[in-house]
């Protein structure tokens, strides 16, 4: 390592609390699908902020909102109505069948959105004591006490405990376990249409049907974590369409401000007479600067139909690395996602081979320590996808 980085690698230590084990690389600028380390080295980025940059790093049209609204107005809390908030909202909902918003600063606040106000519904319109929300073997919700509780994961929760009550897990997949564990305290069923922490995982459509009849007859609300998968990423907008289904309410975050810390919960008119003022708040939530810049972002994304674009390049690459676990079945033990969400699990050897792609230019995450993860920009070129490829297969093949 050069002593740039161990510089800056000293400094770190020395100053922020250990939370995060740091990809040797110190990055210093960024643009589209191109990143660049303290010491000048240029990486395809094939993570885009785990997917962040849905439009690419410093995109230049996002880049113009932003320093226009930063010499208009920044933020002026939620006792004011904002237009920059409103025009935010008309157009993120144009993309459901949702007719309304709440706007946070990240996932984990959009899930426990999510989780209280299916609760105060049931409780203050529905009125039944229906408290208990439901989730699947291998999601991830998020880090607060309440979204830790909803994950279910022991790794995660170690040393965390007591953590808040009105939680239970079933197994993924397994609809007849679901149906045993609704009950009366049942108040909704949470899940993503593809687990994106649990190394790219979709969900069966016939399954999600499934879930959603089961969740009609029992009165029981649906809700959809859209924070990975969402956003035009699987090649819909939102992921839960590829089964035909009509949640609730869906979670969102990560490509929404494209990088600027932003969250939401999108809500039928319905659902959402469990709020009333007062009963849920943010101080940060729909600012300004955030709303303007991800106004631009869905524009852009609508504009440019960036969902057809994932749809046609992730098919593309998915074909291309399955033809690979063909040829390498010793190597790779599946191919798995949706548009530009995808999952390489490989048959040993995993961390060597993410550290050589790392030495060669090409930024990917690594999932359970088995799965190579890749979540590129929706922007990214045809030529960086076959370059991957082309050098997974030689790293693969020992050259």
């Known amino acids: 390592m050069s002593e740039a980085f161990e510089k800056i690698k000293r400094a770190e230590e020395k100053l922020l609390c250990r939370t995060y084990s740091r990809y040797p690389v110190a990055i210093t600028r960024g643009a589209g699908s191109r990143l660049w380390d303290v010491d000048g080295k240029e990486y395809v980025d094939l993570l ?37 908030q409103l025009d935010l909202a008309k157009i993120l909902l144009s993309t459901s069948h949702h007719d309304k918003a709440f706007f946070c600063n990240s996932g984990a606040e959009a899930n426990e959105a999510c989780i209280k106000l299916a609760r105060r519904y049931m409780r203050k319109i529905k009125k ?56 009366s305290r049942t108040a909704a069923v949470m899940l993503e249409a593809v687990q ?27 809700i959809c974590d859209e924070v990975q998968c969402g956003m035009c990423r699987t090649g819909r907008f939102w ?26 919960m999108l809500a039928t008119d ?16 729909g600012g300004a600067l955030a709303s303007a810049v991800a106004r631009k972002v869905i524009e852009i994304m609508l504009r440019d139909r960036l969902w057809e674009r994932a749809e046609i390049n992730g098919g593309e690459l998915i074909a291309r690395l399955e033809d690979l676990r063909g040829e390498m079945p010793d190597k790779i033990r599946d191919v798995r996602g949706q ?22 230019g090409f930024i990917c995450s690594l999932s359970h320590n088995v799965t190579l993860r890749l979540l590129p920009a929706l922007t990214i070129a045809r030529e960086d996808l076959d370059s991957f490829a082309k050098t997974l297969k030689s790293i693969l093949k020992g050259g």
């Not at 995109?59 to 006792?79: D, F, G, H």
Request: glycine share 14%; net charge negative.
């Open 339 to 360: 548009g530009l969400m995808i999952g390489v699990e490989l048959v040993s050897g995993a961390p060597e081979v993410w550290k050589e792609l790392l030495n060669r």
């Open 128 to 183: 039944v004591d229906a408290y208990e929300i439901i989730t699947m073997s291998g999601c991830f919700h998020g880090r607060t006490l309440g979204t830790l509780a909803a994950t279910g994961r022991k790794s995660l929760q170690d040393g965390f405990e007591p953590l808040p009550e009105g939680f239970a897990q079933v197994e993924a997949g397994n609809i007849g376990a679901l149906e045993k564990a609704i009950s």
């Open 239 to 264: 992921a839960y369409e590829h089964a035909g289904i009509k949640p609730d309410a869906i979670s969102i975050a990560k490509s929404l401000a494209n990088g600027i810390p932003m969250g939401a």
């Open 196 to 222: 994106g922490e649990g190394g790219v995982v979709p969900l069966p459509a016939d399954y999600l049907r499934s879930v959603e009849q089961l969740c009609r007859e029992r009165g029981i609300l649906l």
């Open 48 to 84: 885009a902020g785990i997917a962040v940059e849905g439009l690419g790093h410093c995109n230049p049209e996002l880049c113009e909102v932003l320093e226009i609204q930063a010499r208009k107005l920044w933020n002026i809390s939620n006792l004011f109505y904002q237009e920059e």
């Open 270 to 285: 319905e659902m959402s007479r469990g709020f009333e003022a007062g009963s849920h708040a943010t101080t940060f939530g």
